[in-house]
């Protein structure tokens, strides 16, 4: 697992080689300046200061000082501009993934979104590449430093006294075995600790979408209790990684000063023959300080590593699903779609399991109109949903104009379909680009498409007309003012065919009325499909096929149904009788309110 995790990391820096190769050079640098400058110091000790000497011919005590004072200064300029350089790198690399991680959900298909809440792709999207910005922002400047460092540290110890450097190293295998055994740990810590959170976050996402019906359905201490619990959990999943974590510096420091002391007791006690000048003790307890402060930083970034590890496994468990991507560029492209569609034999089931339609047939007719009749769960909006080629058929054929619409590509297919849903999405841009949705529509078409919806007058009331900016989901809208607006996109795209599910079910008895005249001009001219539970809405198109537990029970206008007494009668005769008791009982009900 974790080899699999560091190859997907070394996939996201590939592009970035040239500047790992910078980076890596100017590390040896800082590498080199960082060693040389305790061996200054050094020199000092030991060639000036202990033999009460000030100078050796033009290298003066004062001279070898600036040179220091250079050095220093020279390392610090390339240790920013190595930060910078790791700093853009991460910048880029994130840049990259996460517009890539949304490109991956806008072209996933709508099976994935079915099956992956929209709180968990917020949390892939904002919070995990946030831990892999961490990752290549913070510990990646200091990495390809540190690492060389703590070669060349070591190299040059065991160059200067392999004895000595062995005493000091005994700590090394405390430190590495303790470092190995808490980051399976933490590993585990964070695992748990990000499913947790990516729960949570999906529970507060549906939360603030929801909240309308929450305050309606009087719930708000119900869920209070809720995110306590969720926050509950997620602060105790991250309880043993901060004992951890706040274990681990005590440690790091314990073992510095071992080491140290170790130095110490071999050279006053001349352990194995120990017997070193004072200069080179200091440089020993200098690179020993210099050798822990590499090694500390890197447990103290495990936290980030663990964190990012996770985010990145999380993320590319989404990125290396290829089956829920669409494939939208392949297939014929259509031109001048006439509008026939033909259902053959259809069978199709969202789990493989249970049959939603079951053995479907029909023919919709060029610029015909036909309306889909029948019981919640039926298959209706299942027959629109496979138009579009939202899901993929189990059996039989669906043909446009003829051709299997497994042929035809994706994208052309749905430029010719329109779909008005019951509950319109509104984007929190102005009223033109909800209507445009970024396509080459003008202004007077715009204009033209809210006259056809009926819309002028709501529009013309915003402060802003059409340049109106609608607010998050478009909250500041009625839904029956959705509705319309939803009505001029779809009339100013003009598709061949258009699909309404239920798409008046929220506009007023009036405004209906103006819509349908609107809608009934389009229909004669475009293929069209309806679904309504108000069958009063259908009984002028041309067909209406009637569905019962995914089956096509019956088939006719209006008046041939209605004469066979069939399934269709019983449902338009209930309709009218729930509508006859509806009535009579609100006239009741003002009566006796106006007698009291």
């Not at 040389?36 to 004062?62: A, R």
């Not at 339609?357 to 909006?381: D, R």
């Not at 802003?464 to 500041?476: D, Q």
């Not at 309504?532 to 569905?547: F, G, M």
């Amino acid at each position: 697992m974790k080899s699999k995790t560091l190859h997907r990391v070394a996939l996201m820096a590939k592009p970035h080689k040239k500047t790992i190769i910078i980076v890596t050079i100017l590390s040896l640098i800082i590498t080199a300046i960082e060693i040389i400058k305790p061996y200054i110091i050094k020199v000092v000790i030991d060639e000036y200061l202990g033999k009460g000497i000030y100078e050796k011919g033009i290298f003066t005590i004062g001279v070898i000082g600036t040179i220091y004072i250079a050095i220093v200064i020279i390392g610090n300029i390339i240790d920013f501009i190595t930060s910078t350089t790791t700093n853009m790198m991460g910048e880029e690399i994130i840049y990259t993934l996460r517009n890539r991680l949304f490109k991956y959900t806008q072209n996933a298909n709508i099976p994935f979104h079915d099956k992956t809440p929209a709180g968990k792709l917020f949390v892939r999207i904002t919070n995990d590449v946030e831990d892999i910005s961490t990752l290549f922002k913070d510990v990646l400047t200091t990495f390809f430093k540190d690492l060389v460092l703590i070669i060349a540290l070591v190299a040059v110890m065991i160059y200067f006294s392999v004895t000595l450097s062995l005493f000091t190293f005994i700590v090394i295998p405390f430190i590495i075995l303790t470092s190995i055994v808490l980051t399976k740990i933490l590993n585990k810590i964070y695992d748990k600790s990000k499913i947790i959170k990516t729960n949570l976050n999906t529970f507060l996402a549906e939360s603030i979408y929801g909240s309308k019906l929450i305050k309606i359905f009087n719930i708000q201490h119900e869920k209070q209790k809720e995110c306590k619990k969720y926050t509950s959990d997620y602060c105790k999943s991250r309880l043993p990684g901060g004992i951890i974590e706040g274990f681990l510096p005590g440690f790091m420091t314990i073992m510095e000063n071992v080491s140290v002391a170790i130095i110490v007791w071999a050279c006053v006690n001349h352990w194995a023959g120990i017997n070193l000048e004072v200069g080179l003790i200091y440089v020993f307890i200098t690179y020993i300080k210099q050798l822990f402060e590499p090694i500390t930083r890197t447990i103290d970034n495990l936290e980030t590593v663990q964190e990012a590890f996770v985010s990145i496994n999380k993320i590319y468990d989404i990125l290396d699903k290829k089956e829920y991507i669409e494939d939208l560029e392949s297939g014929i492209k259509l031109k001048d779609v006439k509008g026939k569609i033909e259902f053959k034999n259809v069978w199709f089931s969202y789990d493989n399991n249970k049959w939603i339609l079951k053995n479907v047939s029909f023919v919709v007719e060029p610029g015909q109109s036909i309306a889909l009749v029948g019981k919640t769960g039926c298959g209706k909006t299942t027959i629109t949903n496979l138009i579009n080629r939202f899901y993929e058929i189990q059996q039989g054929e669906i043909l446009l104009d003829g051709v299997n619409i497994k042929d035809i590509n994706k994208r052309s297919l749905r430029k010719h379909i329109g779909i008005i849903l019951q509950d319109p999405f509104i984007f929190a841009r102005t009223i033109q680009e909800n209507i445009k949705l970024n396509n080459h529509i003008s202004e007077d078409q715009i204009i033209e498409a809210i006259k056809l919806a009926s819309a002028q007058d709501f529009v013309n009331s915003l402060p802003n007309n059409i340049n109106e900016i609608a607010k998050e989901r478009g909250a500041s809208y009625s839904e029956g003012q959705k509705q319309l607006l939803a009505f001029a996109r779809i009339f100013a795209h003009n598709p061949s065919i258009f699909i309404l599910d239920e798409a008046t079910a929220n506009i007023d008895t009036n405004t209906e009325l103006l819509i349908q005249k609107s809608i009934d001009i389009i229909s004669a001219k475009k293929t069209s499909i309806f679904i309504a539970h108000r069958l009063s809405t259908i009984v002028n198109v041309d067909k209406i096929i009637v569905l019962n537990e995914g089956e096509i029970v019956e088939m006719g206008n209006h008046s041939e149904l209605l004469k066979t007494g069939g399934y269709y009668s019983k449902l338009y005769n209930s309709y009218y009788t729930s509508l006859r008791i509806m009535v009579i009982d609100s006239y009741y009900f003002a009566r006796t309110y106006y007698i009291v």
